[in-house]
């Protein structure tokens, strides 16, 4: 399996405030839900020989753009939380309220470049053919899990 974004995490990429912050302009992500990433090993690891070699790219079913993320979670939580496209130089300035050393602020900010590059906009059936369930969606996964802590 290839690195993954997880669905599970994007009601937490909003600040106190509700905002969305990151240099990923009108990007789309595919993001799985860690259930499916575990549903998927599962299968997997029923028949490893079965699957030998083989390179699987685990999603969610849809690719959103942060707007439209942050869209579904101001459906399903109430709150209303939006996107805020920063430049690369506010993206790093930002962060710096959370004392990390400099790669951790590198991979944050580098999400949400991946993102506006279109990286991680491929949507796969692969959940689906590995488990037999179609992947979970963001409104799905927020319907069936408790508000993040605020």
Same mark, same amino acid.
């Given at each position: 399996?290839?690195?993954?974004?997880?669905?599970?995490?994007?009601?937490?990429?909003?600040?106190?405030?509700?905002?969305?912050?990151?240099?990923?302009?009108?990007?789309?992500?595919?993001?799985?839900?860690?259930?499916?990433?575990?549903?998927?090993?599962?299968?997997?690891?029923?028949?490893?020989?079965?699957?030998?070699?083989?390179?699987?790219? #685990? @999603? *969610?079913?849809? &690719?959103?753009? =942060?707007? !439209?993320?942050? %869209?579904?979670?101001?459906? $399903?939580? /109430?709150?209303?939380?939006?996107?805020?496209?920063?430049?690369?130089?506010?993206?790093?300035?930002?962060?710096?309220?959370?004392?990390?050393?400099?790669?951790?602020?590198?991979?944050?900010?580098?999400?949400?470049?991946?993102?506006?590059?279109?990286?991680?906009?491929?949507?796969?059936?692969?959940?689906?053919? #590995? @488990? *037999?369930?179609? &992947?979970?969606? =963001?409104? !799905?996964?927020? %319907?069936?899990?408790?508000? $993040?802590? /605020?």
């Amino acid at each position: 399996m290839r690195d993954c974004l997880y669905l599970d995490y994007f009601e937490y990429f909003a600040g106190e405030d509700g905002v969305i912050r990151g240099p990923a302009g009108d990007g789309r992500v595919a993001a799985v839900a860690q259930t499916d990433v575990a549903r998927s090993a599962a299968a997997i690891l029923k028949n490893p020989g079965r699957h030998a070699n083989a390179t699987y790219t #685990l @999603t *969610g079913p849809e &690719a959103l753009t =942060l707007t !439209e993320a942050a %869209a579904v979670i101001t459906r $399903a939580r /109430g709150r209303t939380v939006t996107f805020h496209h920063e430049t690369i130089p506010e993206a790093y300035e930002s962060r710096k309220r959370w004392p990390a050393p400099r790669w951790q602020y590198d991979a944050w900010v580098s999400t949400y470049t991946a993102i506006a590059g279109g990286e991680l906009a491929e949507v796969t059936d692969d959940v689906e053919r #590995l @488990t *037999g369930r179609r &992947a979970t969606s =963001l409104a !799905e996964l927020l %319907a069936a899990s408790p508000p $993040a802590a /605020g």
